[in-house]
């Protein structure tokens, strides 16, 4: 099982970033995927969520508006597109997989990508 972020970096704030998350190894499309960050010094904060059929999102009110959520089931991969970033949105960030089959949770995460918002 393989959770792959890219797409972070340095960008000034008010602009915009679009991380992905490339999956293998298991069944992609039958999870919920999900994109978590953490900040120095603070504790890890899910951000935005997306169901497997694509027909639900959730977001954190800090990110309502200005974050994206979104997956290609074909390519096995989650995406965030993230405009109007502010300093707060520095942290790093991670996308994670989970199912629950009767019996069963899987969780999975991949090893996270640096945004880092500055002037």
């Known amino acids: 099982v393989q959770l792959v972020e890219s797409g972070g970096g340095l960008v000034q704030p008010g602009g915009s970033l679009r991380l992905s998350c490339a999956a293998s190894g298991f069944s992609f499309s039958t999870y919920v995927m999900s994109w978590f960050r953490q900040a120095p010094g603070k504790e890890r904060e899910l951000v935005a969520v997306i169901s497997s059929t694509r027909d639900t999102t959730q977001y954190a009110d800090s990110v309502k508006g200005r974050f994206t959520v979104s997956r290609d089931n074909a390519k096995n991969t989650v995406y965030l597109q993230m405009n109007s970033l502010k300093p707060e949105d520095t942290a790093v960030y991670y996308c994670?997989?989970?199912?629950?089959?009767?019996?069963?949770?899987?969780?999975?995460w991949g090893q996270g990508t640096q945004v880092t918002v500055s002037s």
């Open positions: 994670s997989a989970k199912r629950f089959v009767v019996g069963t949770f899987d969780d999975y």
